[in-house]
Structure formats: structure tokens, C-alpha cells
């Protein structure tokens, strides 16, 4: 049974928008984090934005800070990331991922234990 399941992705302009979701299950994500990263060709998993589900409160990466907005929806064990003005360079797997200790603030990708399959997001120029 998957854990985290990632829905949204797409094919977009440049400038475009788009909101990618997460469904956790129960447990996965009553753990303590939740968590976008992305994934470009030819390049390294690199966190965006996180958020400690319990509280609400949202983190942000470099590659997620300005135009990116992480939210949860705690009825639907769902967590959401809005991308707005998206460029060329978002182009990448966005997964999103789950901690169940540390602290969500830290993005270092082996020490997040939950991973979704992964959706596409493609943005032209």
C-alpha cells in the first residue's frame, strides 16, 4: 500500500501556475513532517518546502522561497504546494516526502524515511 501519493503535475508556460497534492495515510502523515523536493535531469534531489503538520508551520528551501506556498488540508491527510510564476529551470520530478523525527526545516533528503512516487512538472519558455 503506498504511503504517499502525488497528484498535479503537468505541462505548462512559463509564468503558468500549478498545485500539486499529496495524500499520506493516517500514520505516515500524523509522523511529524511533510515535505516537497524536486529532482531535475542530470541533477540532485533538492528540498523545496516543508511544513510540521501538527502546527502548520511552513518552511522553505531556496528553490521554493517567493513563489511557492506549501498548505495541508488535515481532513484529507493532504498536503498541497502551490507553484505560481513558474520558470523553465521549476522543470523537474516533484516528490514529496514525510520525517517522522528532526526537524522539518532541514532538507537533507536521507533523512526523510517517506517517499511518493513522484509527478512531472514540465514548464516551457
Known amino acids: 500500500q503506498e504511503q504517499l501519493v502525488e497528484s498535479g503535475g503537468g505541462s505548462v508556460q512559463a509564468g503558468g501556475s500549478l498545485r500539486l497534492s499529496c495524500v499520506a495515510s493516517p500514520y505516515v502523515y500524523g509522523t511529524n513532517c511533510m515535505g516537497w523536493f524536486r529532482q531535475a535531469p542530470g541533477k540532485e534531489r533538492e528540498g523545496v518546502a516543508s511544513m510540521y503538520v501538527d502546527r502548520g508551520s511552513a518552511y522553505y528551501a531556496a528553490s521554493g522561497r517567493g513563489r511557492f506556498t506549501i498548505s495541508q488540508d488535515n481532513a484529507k491527510n493532504t498536503v498541497y504546494l502551490q507553484m505560481n510564476s513558474l520558470k523553465a529551470e521549476d522543470t523537474a520530478m516533484y516528490y514529496c516526502?514525510?520525517?517522522?523525527?528532526?526537524?522539518?526545516?532541514?532538507?537533507?533528503?536521507?533523512?526523510?524515511?517517506?517517499w511518493g512516487q513522484g509527478t512531472q512538472v514540465t514548464v516551457s519558455s
Open positions: 516526502a514525510a520525517r517522522s523525527e528532526g526537524s522539518c526545516a532541514i532538507f537533507r533528503d536521507y533523512e526523510w524515511n517517506y
